[in-house]
């Protein structure tokens, strides 16, 4: 029945529109690859500073009366766990169109400017950062028609005034006792870990030696907190039994993994996306042994 009337009511009132969103085709224009379940989709990549702009074309076959034309910049977080969750931390609007009258094809040309984008996008296992535009066509009569156009935004962070370098101690009473060490505790997303490792006591026999990187990422408070690992990447470093007074070179390229975000802390007190160092030991009786290290990763303005 209820589809029934729609077609009445697009027979009398026109039918619904087909609504497309381009935007400029810049020279410098950057694409990102973005998996969306097992399928990966491309788009269109603004960094910091870039205006928003383009054009919105829509398509009607025969004549569309409206009562007004209206494009929205969004900016959202959603936590993936409670689809009610959705919490808007940007938005912006132009008004395209007053009411009137559409008729096969029209064209708006639309440019955001001075927008405020304080967040990275963000694709996670329990909670998503997106930006997006939405176009709206509202009706008198019949339903409104609306069309979503996600893009991704890449925020820029400056170099770190203070990055120190972490020293560690891990042992086993009179059996093991290790001292590692990574050269800095801030990373940008192409850096390089460099460190070492001394044993500096050894009566147990190691098999093997591997570092990991883990992203964490939380989101939440209180009851409804939750809390995600992910091993992003694993380096073995080492295989076979070290001595005493051996040291262990360390040399991580994280260029290479594309899933790598920058740290978010305390996101809008919705979610953080925190990274570690995960160095682990195996001994030949396939004990594990490890400590986390807590680093920061961030992006510099021409990653």
């Known amino acids: 029945m209820a589809l029934a009337t729609q077609r009445l009511t697009d027979a009398l009132f026109g039918s619904a529109a087909k609504i497309f969103v ?14 969306k379940g097992n399928v990966e989709v491309e788009q269109r990549l603004f960094g910091p500073g870039e205006n928003i702009c383009g054009e919105v074309t829509i398509e009607t076959p025969k004549k569309l009366e409206h009562t007004g034309i209206k494009l929205e910049l969004i ?55 997106r930006y997006f535009l939405r176009t709206t066509i509202t009706r008198q009569y019949g339903a409104k028609m609306s069309h979503e156009e996600t893009f991704r935004v890449h925020t820029a962070s400056e170099e ?8 560690m101690e891990v042992g086993i009473e009179d059996c093991l006792h290790i001292e590692f060490e990574y050269n800095k505790s801030k990373y940008h ?67 290479g993994f594309e899933q790598l975000t920058p740290t978010f802390r305390n996101v809008n007190n919705r979610f953080s996306v925190k990274y570690f160092l995960n160095l682990v030991l195996v001994d030949e009786e396939d004990r594990r042994y490890f400590k ?3 680093v920061t990763f961030y992006r510099r303005a021409e990653e």
């Open 22 to 35: 381009v935007f400029d085709d810049s020279p410098t224009k950057k694409m990102a690859m973005v998996k």
């Open 75 to 129: 900016g959202q977080i959603e936590m993936l766990q409670d689809r009610g969750s959705i919490f808007e931390f940007t938005s912006l609007v132009r008004e395209l169109e007053g009411p009137g009258e559409l008729t096969y094809r029209k064209k708006y040309p639309f440019e955001f400017s001075e927008i405020e984008r304080p967040y990275e996008s963000y694709d996670g296992t329990n909670v998503r950062l």
């Open 160 to 167: 770190p005034e203070t990055n120190n370098s972490i020293k």
């Open 189 to 255: 997303l192409h850096d390089v870990v460099l460190g070492k490792i001394f044993f500096l006591l050894v009566r147990i026999r190691i098999k093997h030696m591997e570092v990991a990187i883990i992203k964490r990422e939380q989101t939440g408070t209180g009851t409804s907190a939750n809390t995600d690992n992910e091993t992003v990447a694993k380096f073995e470093i080492m295989d076979g039994a070290p001595v005493r007074g051996e040291s262990i070179p360390i040399r991580l390229f994280l260029g």
């Open 292 to 294: 986390q290290q807590e």
